[in-house]
């Protein structure tokens, strides 16, 4: 089974310029999650979608930073304008449920590391 | 707001040793407790729990949870090099929110 893919594996910007980052999810799975990891912390979820819907984005900086996921497959994560505290790796994850009243493991894409300059 | 604490923050340990970790956590409607290990970039997903008491294994590795103490520990016997890693806890909540701790970096010496 094919496991999570991200696009690109490594970016460098300077703030104020753009970045997009791809996630391809397990095929099947309805749920995707993109997490912002820094360093020396826990990943923190950004946005979840189940299918091609919203269901937690309360912790995206909307101001700078939009998601979709057109067709409820795969997904892009925005940045725009970069900051230098966007600076971190930022992980894809999908699973196969993800209801109000389920539980399912999340499996996580390789990562993308961003270095805002 | 919820939140987990994991400790210690890191170790360092000769292999062949024992070692534990510890998770706390104040999450509203938990549902679940995962263990992730992450070595490079991405987590890799090691146990869920959701009942308090039993004991999940896998090889040397092995976990535990109490939810009226609100805890879990993440035992590693006979340490090898290969264990040498950030081992994460995170509790997830309504529509499988996972909140995370900051981790427990383990390093393992030959």
């Known amino acids: 089974e094919a496991g999570v893919a991200q696009s690109p594996r490594y970016k460098i910007i300077e703030k104020r310029q753009s970045v997009a980052f791809w996630c391809n999810p397990i095929s099947g799975h309805a749920t995707l999650y993109w997490y912002q990891q820094i360093l020396g912390q826990g990943p923190k979820l950004l946005i979840q979608?189940?299918?091609?819907?919203?269901?937690?984005d309360s912790q995206l900086p909307k101001d700078r930073f939009s998601a979709e996921r057109l067709k409820g497959v795969d997904s892009t994560l925005k940045i725009q304008p970069a900051k230098l505290e966007d600076s971190a790796v930022y992980l894809c994850?999908?699973?196969?449920?993800?209801?109000?009243?389920?539980?399912?493991?999340?499996?996580f894409g390789p990562g993308t590391r961003l270095t805002v300059t | 707001e919820d939140k987990v604490v994991q400790s210690p923050l890191s170790l360092v340990v000769h292999e062949g040793d024992t070692v534990t970790l510890n998770c706390s956590y104040e999450v509203t409607n938990f549902r679940s407790l995962l263990w992730y290990k992450q070595e490079k970039k991405a987590p890799t997903f090691l146990f869920m729990l959701t009942s308090s008491g039993i004991e999940k294994k896998s090889g040397r590795l092995s976990s535990i949870l109490d939810k009226k103490e609100l805890f879990s520990i993440l035992n590693i016997t006979a340490t090898q090099t290969g264990d040498s890693a950030i081992y994460l806890c995170?509790?997830?909540?309504?529509?499988?929110?996972?909140?995370f701790g900051a981790g427990t970096i383990l390093r393992v010496k030959s």
């Open positions: 995170a509790v997830a909540g309504p529509r499988n929110k996972l909140v």
């Open positions: 994850a999908s699973s196969l449920l993800g209801g109000a009243s389920s539980v399912a493991e999340q499996y």
């Open positions: 979608f189940q299918n091609n819907g919203v269901v937690d």
